[in-house]
């Protein structure tokens, strides 16, 4: 059963690797950062935020433990000691994160899935430090892509609206993985 699963996660991570590359070097992300790898999945960005510098530590954040089981057997597989998994209940804000610790949120493929979106990240916003980032990538609705076309997809514009309303300002809009995907970056 196990290996039936991993077999999901592992294509999951796959498909995160097409762009992760350019992702990671416009977040130029430097030494000893605390990023948040929210609805981290397979794990894959987890992987690439623990690898960019050793100094890093990644919190892998996830509703589902076998997708944080997986995270924990990659991370020993890769010889990664700077992750650490963590599970949440659905639209929990009350991550047990430090005020003022975290660097960089990181959200792919997962703002659909929010109910409450702008609640959601106004409360996140005590647990940034001062330059504290929040990333978002999200499928935009292009009918072309499988994500586009089946709802797990927000329009960039919305995520926008939304987290000006939740308090943030737009820091960064990439076109790096345009038409398919939107990349969004905010601050305080
Ligand atoms: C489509 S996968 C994306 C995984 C990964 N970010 C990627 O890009 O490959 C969405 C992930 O978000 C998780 N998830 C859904 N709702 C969540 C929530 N409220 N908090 C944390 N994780 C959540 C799911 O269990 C799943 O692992």
Do not use: W
């Not at 589902?64 to 997986?70: A, T």
């Amino acid at each position: 059963m196990t290996v039936t699963y991993d077999l999901l996660l592992h294509y999951l991570n796959r498909q995160a690797k097409g762009n992760s590359e350019r992702i990671i070097t416009e977040l130029d992300i430097k030494n000893r950062q605390t990023i948040v790898d929210i609805g981290a999945g397979g794990g894959h960005f987890s992987y690439q935020f623990a690898k960019v510098n050793l100094g890093n530590e990644v919190v892998a954040i996830d509703v589902d433990q076998r997708h944080l089981d997986f995270i924990e057997r990659q991370s020993v597989k890769q010889n990664l000691k700077n992750i650490r998994t963590l599970l949440v209940n659905t639209e929990d804000n009350s991550l047990p994160l430090g005020d003022n610790s975290v660097d960089l949120f990181f959200m792919r493929n997962m703002f659909h899935d929010l109910t409450t979106p702008q609640q959601y990240f106004a409360n996140l916003k005590r647990k940034l430090n001062d330059s504290g980032r929040i990333a978002i990538v999200e499928f935009l609705p292009n009918l072309k892509y499988v994500e586009g076309r089946t709802g797990h997809c927000t329009e960039e514009r919305t995520i926008q609206e939304i987290m000006t309303s939740a308090g943030y300002s737009l820091k960064a809009s990439s076109v790096a993985l345009k038409p398919k995907e939107s990349f969004t970056i905010y601050g305080v």
